[in-house]
């Protein structure tokens, strides 16, 4: 079975950063893609940022361009979400989320596997 544990969230000031960490029990190389979505209270669950394995290629949902980067080590079968310049309105559980073969990772349909989430608050 397949697991992908989050670690790295927290609380912090507007205009800080956090670093999340996904640990995946696959080798992420045999992955066709992987992601994080993000979830607020009371809002549906959207992706955030993802990565194609085979290319490398990544994408960032418009609010986090510029602020967010999707990285992977594929030694260390991690998937890592390195997030600058945080907002109140980042503030949200963060799902790391995985496909096995052939497809997209762009929408929560379009995920096969999911961490458990790890709650990030952006605050005063």
């Known amino acids: 079975q397949v697991q992908l544990v989050e670690s790295g969230g927290g609380s912090v000031q507007p205009g800080g950063s956090l670093r999340l960490s996904c640990s995946a029990s696959i080798y992420i190389s045999s992955t066709a893609c992987m992601g994080w979505f993000r979830q607020a209270p009371g809002k549906e669950r959207e992706g955030v940022a993802r990565?194609?394995?085979?290319?490398?290629?990544?994408f960032y949902a418009d609010s986090v361009k510029g602020r967010f980067t999707i990285s992977q080590d594929k030694t260390k079968n991690t998937l890592t979400l390195q997030m600058n310049s945080l907002q109140p309105e980042d503030t949200a559980t963060y799902y790391c989320?995985?496909?096995?073969?052939?497809?997209?990772?762009?929408?929560?349909?379009?995920?096969?596997?999911w961490g458990q989430g790890i709650l990030v608050t952006v605050s005063s």
């Open positions: 990565i194609y394995s085979r290319t490398g290629a990544t």
């Open positions: 989320a995985a496909r096995s073969s052939g497809g997209l990772c762009e929408r929560p349909g379009h995920i096969e596997y």
